[in-house]
């Protein structure tokens, strides 16, 4: 079980062309794990989160989900766990800078 995340410059699989700006492939089984244990679906964004499926979040949500995204940082108990954590802030980042942009969580 792993999560890829793709950063689009719009809604991807929305009909209308996007640009994909980024990819992260390199932290999926760490993610899921990280997400698991420390998230809950009722209170989080990123509880929200299908690792056998797809979500996606607005820039809106990224900006909302980058708090909780530093908050699960905190929660990590392992090394691999906390790069993961780390890169996806990176991206919810970028994603809340990016006016019009969107997420993509392509879980297994």
């Known amino acids: 079980m792993g999560i890829e995340i793709a950063l689009y410059d719009g809604r991807p699989n929305s009909g209308r062309t996007t640009d994909r ?5 390199d932290h999926g089984d760490a993610l899921a794990e990280a997400l698991a244990a420390h998230t809950r679906p009722a209170d989080h964004r ?9 979500t996606y979040l607005n820039e809106q ?7 909780e ?3 699960l940082l905190a929660r990590c108990t392992t090394e691999a766990q906390r790069a993961a954590v780390r890169d996806l802030r990176n991206l919810l980042a970028n994603c809340a800078a990016i006016p019009g942009s969107w997420i993509w969580f392509i879980g297994d």
């Open 21 to 25: 700006l980024h990819l992260s492939v």
């Open 46 to 54: 990123l509880g929200r989160i299908d690792p056998y499926g797809d």
């Open 61 to 67: 949500d990224a900006a909302a989900a980058f708090e």
């Open 69 to 71: 995204a530093t908050a």
